[in-house]
């Protein structure tokens, strides 16, 4: 009898909702905020992806992939982020994944100026829930290194997580941000010479241009993952008792320690406490 196969291991593991808001009555009748002009495509942007449920099974999936995601304002005053785009490329820069998502929470604010998100984008028949769009990245990104701009934002936006060794944030390597994170749209334009996100951002573009800044250092960056040595963890490092008892043996004799010195049966003990040495007394000269 075929016996059937174990599921594959995940490398992205979802992440409990429990900080999720459930405030979302309160915000039912409050008008979202959102643009209305018309949409303005950004300079140097050569298409590939409008969000609308691409997913390509011709595309290779290669070992290295990038991937941005947009945001819209949930909550109150907006301010808190939640997925409304996501888009991945492979290291050709040809589009995997590209779809808009029905965000969890009631929107208050499209950022449109921005996200380039607009109501009929994720309330359409093209936008997909969250939990679809979590299974679905997940497994486009399993066993894969992951590039991004600050790319734990988008995993936590996702609720995922990924394997850190497989991780190559660009905003966060040393030599092309040696103080603090630069936005992507200036660190595009120091190492690759052009002008992003003039207009409204999108993710497909901005995953291609962050793919493009990881391969123009990639030689050195993998070169100097190779070399570090692996940091042992607190658990397997001794503990300080343990390291002054390993000093206090190292720095004792060979005798000290305990090398050629006979057992404790073979040596004598004496019954008795040792003597003390006796007084010489003076003679008294006879006169």
């Known amino acids: 009898a075929v016996q059937p196969r174990a599921p594959p291991r995940r490398c992205c593991l979802p992440i409990p909702t429990m900080f999720l808001s459930s405030n979302w009555k309160t915000h039912l009748k409050k008008a979202p905020a959102s643009a209305t002009r018309k949409r303005k495509r950004n300079a140097g942007s050569n298409g590939g992806g409008d969000g609308k ?141 052009r002008t992003i996100q003039t207009g409204e951002h999108s993710s497909v573009e901005d995953a291609r241009c962050t793919l493009e800044v990881y391969k123009a250092v990639m030689d050195s960056w993998e070169k100097s993952l190779a070399n570090k040595r692996p940091v042992p963890s607190m658990s397997t490092l001794p503990s300080s008792k343990k390291r002054k008892k390993k000093a206090e043996k190292e720095r004792k004799t060979p005798t000290e320690a305990g090398v050629g010195v006979p057992p404790a049966s073979m040596k004598k003990r004496s019954a008795t406490k040792p003597s003390k040495p006796k007084k010489k007394k003076l003679k008294k000269k006879s006169k």
């Open 53 to 193: 449920g691409q997913s390509s099974s011709m595309v290779v999936k290669t070992a290295i992939v990038a991937m941005d995601c947009e945001m819209v304002g949930v909550g109150r005053d907006g301010r808190r982020s939640m997925l409304a785009r996501c888009s991945i490329v492979n290291y050709r820069g040809e589009v995997l994944y590209d779809k808009f998502v029905k965000p969890m929470e009631p929107v208050t604010d499209y950022r449109t100026h921005v996200s380039g998100i607009r109501p009929r984008d994720i309330n359409g028949p093209h936008a997909i829930p969250f939990r679809q769009c979590q299974q679905e990245v997940a497994k486009i990104l399993e066993r894969r290194t992951l590039v991004g701009h600050s790319v734990d934002n988008d995993l936590k936006s996702l609720l995922l997580s990924h394997p850190k060794h497989n991780l190559r944030d660009t905003a966060f390597y040393k030599p092309l941000c040696p103080k603090r994170p630069k936005a992507l749209k200036k660190l595009v334009k120091t190492v690759l010479g």
